[in-house]
């Protein structure tokens, strides 16, 4: 009987490490976007927050409405990077915690 709670026991902490992991490698996500002509840098997180915005020199000479339009473009490009790479490690993430639920301990 120990033999099996040991195993369970087991289990359950290898399945509690795999949701650190995956916790971890969101929370690593950020993704760097630089607009076409250089002027504008940003840098989003994984929920697509805007964490870092950089301006080249030059870049006021756009004027108000198009440096506040590329900002706003270039911040979507990265937030759509960042959403398809948390994507990506949610779809690894469920594909190996899915096979880790449905092994069975020896024995069964």
């Known amino acids: 009987m120990s033999w099996a709670m040991d195993e369970l026991e087991a289990r359950a902490a290898r ?6 992991s995956f916790q971890e490698n969101l929370e690593a996500i950020a993704v760097t976007v630089t607009s076409a002509d250089g002027l ?4 989003v997180d ?3 927050a805007l964490v870092d ?3 080249a020199h030059g870049a006021n000479e756009l004027g108000a409405t198009r440096l ?3 900002i706003v473009a270039t911040s979507a490009l990265a937030a759509q990077r960042v959403y398809a790479r948390v994507a990506s490690v949610t779809e690894d ?3 190996s915690f899915g096979d ?4 069975r301990p020896a024995g069964e």
């Open 40 to 43: 504008v840098t940003v840098e």
């Open 53 to 55: 915005l950089r301006l």
């Open 15 to 20: 399945q509690l490490d795999g949701l650190r």
């Open 68 to 70: 506040g339009e590329q």
């Open 93 to 95: 993430f469920n594909e």
């Open 46 to 48: 994984a929920k697509g």
């Open 100 to 103: 880790m639920l449905g092994a």
